[in-house]
Every structure is written in structure tokens, then in C-alpha cells.
């Protein structure tokens, strides 16, 4: 399956070469985890981030049992501290 | 040390200009800028007196690092009774100004009094002069900042000044200094305004003196490799939030009637660094303020057949364009997802002198108010005044720098625009300041925030920002928030920007070049100290002004209307489940206002 993520801010510099500005498209097979979708971006271990599937905000103990489909919307956003 | 420990004083009703000593006690104890500026307002005026009276002073503020070899040592405040909120105000800005005002040998610059006809200032070093501005009164701040350099010739003077919005007494005027950056919030510049003060213009050779010039320099630098995460803002600016706030749902919308723009990605980096179908791109440059190494501002320019400029050939050049905040105000709170549109009127507004987030939010509530029925086209010369639409916000943004029929309405800030046309609650605003981006729905904290800052709806008073990124429970943000705004105190007291504690440094850094500049030895527990001072100072003048509890809130579309999508959807803001806690850490009353107890403690 495909799915496309959303990357912003500075975090939009682990994007897959050859991305669009802020998102890409992995493919995975089906039944793949939040984590498998993670993983396939370079992100530092020691960066933080915001994860949002479809709109709902999840915390990192989450990643590992959420099951992703193709038709989800998955962000991630770089806590920003303010401007 | 870098203190000059010299005051200017510059009283306008008798035309006299003197130096004076600076109360080193007050310093020490309020440090410069913010604090120290505060200070002597309250010293020095009845903070119940009219902000446009004589009575009211503006204090043109340094801090101990402004002008050292710090990054980012470029910042002063304009500290005032504010026209727009009838509080105490301190709007800070950057560029070359404030520096320049510290080499002419003064830390503090106070302006007193009225003048009779409208005057500017001229200082060089020790010279000062009062002269007659007829010839700049009625002119922008562009047109004046090119009249005064002509005359004086000197490419390295600074100035600050108004545009007609502070001549015409729009509650929101700036001071707008170097063209593009400005003291923007809550009506400084409308105080110069009313006492016919049109500009300052300033040149320094005296320099900033430290005792150990090699010892700083290697600490600058040392302190300066310490902002190890400053690409992004330089990169993007601080426009990268909008992308943030809008997909978490805490992007202000339509007069915060939604937390999510459906248009935001017209307005975000991307849009900002793509060629449209025109191949124009926004963006030209970053711009940088004093000592920066950081350069977070924008200079832009808009596509030259665009229908806001195609006959203006004064627009066609760059200037400071946008950044979140006015993305927002001009955009997400309007509707208006026209980069080329929301850019023009930030062009305006640094031109005419108005603060942008506030010239927003009073043309959104304006539209809130044409939806509703309650304006009419017959109040906006047939202007269709519509969310959505690019033509009015620029129609409404001219006709407000012009104080032109329903401009005029708008000059007069969201909550009296409100008033007048029959429904205070559409105005989106605390103490009469129009909020800035964040909506406290979606950010809990922001919200108490919002309803406790002294100088109204601020986003730059607190940082609750990654404990509300992280969780919408209300469990631990009132402490967030005290702590944030005592250490955001501090820093605006120093000389140096916000903006490195976004980038890598932490408040010992900041620490460690206020000791280096004053030769002090001041701890993290006094950075609370000096903080929790300037807080509960700025606190009891807005109390003698009159304020109290019952300011301390937000619009009850906020407390009541939950927010439609994102995060927080169905959430409203708990501010009433806050407010106690923190009125406890602050150790005020339950009517909030400090206990005996806290102002002694506090030496107050
Ligand atoms: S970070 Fe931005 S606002 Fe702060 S001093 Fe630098 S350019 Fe100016």
C-alpha cells in the first residue's frame, strides 16, 4: 500500500530525496505500524516531534501498536517554540 | 560595564533636553529594557491618568547587552501607558535603533510632556535638539526616514517614528524604526502621536565599553556556537509555526469562529519560496536585526501585477514581508489565503505605522460584523466586506492607514469597534489587545497566557508552547506559564531577543552575557527573582490603572464555543480551572493582586 506523510518545519529535511516540499509517499505493505512508517525516515533518534493520525494526537508509547491503512493522514510537526 | 548610567530626558511641553544619571539601584534591581523602563514609569506618572494626556511618558528602554558584541544585541523597548489597552505597555523591537541610541551614550530615553506643534528629536552623542517636523508631519515612515537621512547626510544615523496611524491617533500605532522593524503592540506610537512627537533621529560614536574587551569577545562567540538549531528559523522565519498551529488546530481563523484555515499552505514557507503561475517569488532574502546571527525576518516583495500594486509602482520594491503573525492576522484571521495581498498590508503597516496583528484582528471582527448583518455596505462605501476576500482586507488596510470612513472605526481596535456596532463579544481580544496566532482552545496554556499578560493578548509574554503541543490536560500549565513569563521578563530586560531560546540557548546562556556586560554575578534563582519583580511591578500599575480581575479573562467564544477540529476539538478553554492556581503561585489574592507579602518579599 501507499502512504503518504506529511513532514513540516525543519523536519522536512528527512524526506525522502526527490519528495515533494513538505511530503512524500512510502510504500509499505499492508498491516504496517506507525513505527515501519517512522523508520523509513532518517529522523534522529534525539529529535522530537508531534505525530497527528488523522488528527488525533498520538504519544510515542502508541507508534509500535497503531496499524496504519492507506486512506490515514499522518503528520508530523516539530514543536516549534513560538514566533 | 556596559552601562552609560545616563538617562536623556526630553520634556516636550518645555522644549528641554537634559542628562541625567541613571538610579544604578533600579538597574540592579529591574535590570534595563523591560524591567528597568517599567520601573520608572511607575515612579514617575499616575497610571491612572489618560494614556494620551500629558501626563503618560514614553520610555525609549535599553538593555545592559544591547549594543555589545552579543548575538542578537540589537533590541530596546518602548515602555508607556497603552493607548489601545489602558495598560501598562512594553513593545520591543530590533533592528539598528536601539543600539544606536546606546553608542549616543544613553540608556534610557524619556519623553515627557506635549509639544505644542510636532517636533522629532536629533541626537548626536552628547548633542540633542528638539526640531520642527512640519515638514515630515503628515508623511509615512518610509517618506520621513528618507527626509531625515537626506537632511543629516549620515549613513550610519538611525531613526524611529510614526506614520499618519499615530498622527490620527489609530489606538494601534507603532513606533516603526530601520523602515521595516517596529515597537508594534499596543499603541506606543499612538502616545507619540498625541504628544506630536514624529521621530527620532540618533547617531553614537561613543561605542559600548567593556572593561575586558578580548574576555568578551571570546564569550560572545563561545555563547553565540551555543545556538546550534537557529537554520530552521533562518531558513523559514517564523512563518514555519503556521504549518504547526494549523495541522495541531490552533491556528485563529475567520475571528477565531474555526482553530484550522483551509488555506494556510498559501501561506506557509513553501508558498512563500515557490514561483507562482507569474514565476514571482515571494521571498528574496532574510534580514537580519543588529549582531544577528540568527536573521529570522523576511524581505519580500509582492508580484508586480498584483492587483493591489500593478498601479503602484512604490510596491514594487522589497521590504520586510511576512512573517506568522501577520500571516496569521492578515490571512487565517481574515480568511485571505492572497500571500500578494496579506504582504501589501504589511507593507502598509510598517509604512503608516500600524501593528499588524492588530490591524488584523480588528478587520476580522469588522467581518464578523458584516456576515452578521451589523455593518453594511452603506458603512464601507460599498466595500463587500467579506472573510475571504483579498480586495477588502486591502481595502480595509488603506482605508484604515488613511483613517478613511469605516477605517476610522477600524483604527479604533476590534473591542471598541465591537462596542459600537452592538456586539462586544466579537471582539477577539484581552485588555483591548487583539490576540495574536495562537488560539487558547487548541493551546490551554496560551489561553491563560493570553488572559493573564499585563500588556493584553500577547504570544511573546509566556512559552507554554511544547507543554501545549504536548498535551491539552490542564494539569501543570499554570506553573508552566508562571515560570515562562518571570524568565521571558528577564530576558526582555536584557537587551537581547526572544528568539535564541528557540534556537539552541538556554536561560543560562542569556546569564552568562548579562554577567559578561555588567560585570554581576546574578544566579537562575535571580533571573526568577528579577522576573517575578517585573511581573508583579507591571501588575500594580495596571491595578492603580484601574484593572484588575475582571480583565484577567478571554472572549467567551473562547470560553464557551468549543473548537471545531483538530486536537482540541470540542475543547474550550478551561481558564476558569487555571486561573486560581495560578493566582496562588503568584501569590496574589483571590481579586488578584499581590498579597503584602509577596511585595515585600519581592522588594516592591
Ligand atoms: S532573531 Fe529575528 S527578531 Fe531576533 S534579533 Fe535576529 S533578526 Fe531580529
Known sequence: MQVSVKLFGGLREYLPAGSAFNACVLNLPEGSMLTDVLSHLPIPENKTY??????????????????????DEIVLLPPIKGG | MSWHKQILRVNLTE???????LNMEWANDYLGQRGLGSKYLLEEMDPAADALSPENKVIFATGP???????????????????LTDAIACS????????????????LLIIEGESEKPVY????????????????????VWETEDFLGKKYADPLMRFASIGQAGENLCRYACVVNDRHRAAGRS????????????????????????PDPAGYFKLASEVNARMTERDEMSRDGTLAMIDVTNNFGALPTRNNRSVRFEGAEKLNPEAMHTPNANGHTNIITNGACFGCTIGCGRICHVDPTHFSIKDKPQYHGASGGLEYETAYALGAACGVDDIDAATYVGFLCNEYGMDPISLGGSIAAAMELFDIGAITEQDTNGVKLEFGSAEALCAMGEMTARNEGIGADIAMGSKRLCEKYGHPDLSMSVKGQEFAAYDGRGMQGMGLAYATSNRGACHLRASPYEHDFETTDIEGKAQVVYDSQNEVAFIDSTG???????????????????????????????????GERIWNLE????????????????PKRILEEPADVGTAKGLVCKLGDMLPEYYQLRGWNEEGEPTSDTISRLGL
Request: contains cysteine; negative net charge; hydrophobic residues 35%.
Open chain 2, 121 to 140: 528629536l536629533h541626537i548626536e552623542d552628547d548633542k540633542v535638539e528638539l526640531c520642527d517636523a512640519s515638514e515630515v508631519w503628515g508623511k509615512t
Open chain 2, 92 to 107: 520591543n523591537s530590533g533592528g539598528k535603533f536601539g543600539a544606536e541610541l546606546k553608542f549616543a551614550g544613553y540608556d
Open chain 2, 539 to 554: 501588575r500594580l500599575f495596571n491595578i492603580k490603572a484601574g484593572l484588575g480581575k475582571k480583565d484577567d479573562t478571554l
Open chain 2, 15 to 21: 522644549g528641554r533636553c537634559q542628562i541625567e544619571p
Open chain 2, 65 to 83: 547587552v544591547t549594543g555589545t558584541l552579543a548575538s542578537t544585541s540589537g533590541r530596546y523597548s518602548v515602555i508607556t501607558k497603552g493607548a
Open chain 1, 50 to 71: 508531534i505525530v497527528l493520525l488523522n488528527d488525533v494526537k498520538l504519544d510515542r508509547e502508541a507508534h509500535a501498536d497503531t496499524i496504519v491503512s492507506a486512506s
Open chain 2, 187 to 210: 499603541g506606543v506610537g499612538t502616545v507619540m502621536g498625541a504628544k506630536k512627537i514624529k521621530a527620532i533621529a540618533v547617531r553614537g560614536t561613543k561605542g559600548v565599553k567593556s
Open chain 2, 496 to 530: 537581547l531577543c526572544l528568539f535564541p531560546s528557540e534556537c539552541g540557548w538556554s536561560i543560562k546562556d542569556y546569564l552568562e552575557l548579562v554577567n559578561g556586560s555588567c560585570e554581576s554575578d546574578w544566579s537562575e534563582d535571580d533571573v526568577q527573582t528579577v
